[in-house]
């Protein structure tokens, strides 16, 4: 189990974020950041050469060694400075209100606890700052959500814990982020796990 979760399913899962479908998903999903930005989940970095030149410094939070390694030519070639910080996004070793943004692509549908992520990345957002979020999900034609409950069980056993069948816009409302901007679309390829979300939401001011 350990080889399969160590060598194979990071290039599977690599493979899957390497699609160039995603690419202008992945544009739209960065545009905007600036500052120090927060990335949960940063895989192999393929948000890295994408980012807009005001981004000045990325925190990156990532528990797979396998899948940050894959990442390491990319970091190397970043304009900015990239650290990681952490492992898990539901446990961030960062203060509250220190960073001006924050970015997830593709790892809402795998984390543990998706509650438990945004509920940190409110925390450690400054006052008005903006999540990016870009993930497949739940898709709204019952045929297609037919099959992703089918393939679901499979897919969180061969890709780390991906769900077909989250729906990220149901998470963000109830960890009390409002919702600034949304995209939803199938993005070609097999609808299973083209149904894209892409937002950008803020934590509701309490
Ligand atoms: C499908 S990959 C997406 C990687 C990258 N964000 C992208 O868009 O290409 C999901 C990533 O989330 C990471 N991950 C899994 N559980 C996590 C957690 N609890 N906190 C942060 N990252 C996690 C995985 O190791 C993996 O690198």
């Known amino acids: 189990v350990s080889l399969y979760r160590d060598r194979v399913s990071p ?14 998903w992945r544009r739209r999903t960065v545009a905007g950041l600036s500052g120090v930005v927060l990335e949960i989940g940063q895989g192999s970095a393929r948000n890295l050469p994408l980012l807009p030149a005001e981004v000045t410094r ?18 190397e070639a970043a ?7 952490g492992r898990e996004g539901e446990r961030l ?29 409110a925390r450690v957002l400054r006052p008005g700052g903006r999540l990016h979020l870009l993930e497949h999900g739940l898709a ?9 409950r089918r393939l679901d069980p499979l897919e969180q056993r061969l890709a780390g814990g991906c769900s077909l069948v989250r729906d990220p816009l149901a998470e963000l409302a109830s ?3 409002d919702v600034l901007e949304v995209e939803q679309a199938y993005a070609g390829g097999p609808r299973s796990w083209t149904y894209l979300t892409r937002a950008v939401a803020t934590p509701r001011a309490t």
């Open 11 to 24: 290039v599977l899962i690599d493979l899957g974020c390497s699609s160039r479908l995603l690419v202008r």
């Open 58 to 75: 990325v925190l990156a939070v990532e528990p797979s060694g396998a899948m940050w390694s894959r990442g390491a030519r990319r970091r």
């Open 79 to 85: 304009t900015m400075g990239v650290e990681r910080v």
């Open 93 to 121: 070793d960062l203060t509250a209100a220190s960073v001006d943004a924050a970015l997830i692509t593709f790892t809402l549908c795998s984390v543990a606890d998706a509650a438990a992520v945004l509920g940190e990345v």
């Open 140 to 148: 709204p034609d019952a045929r297609t959500a037919r099959w992703q």
């Open 175 to 177: 960890a009390r982020f």
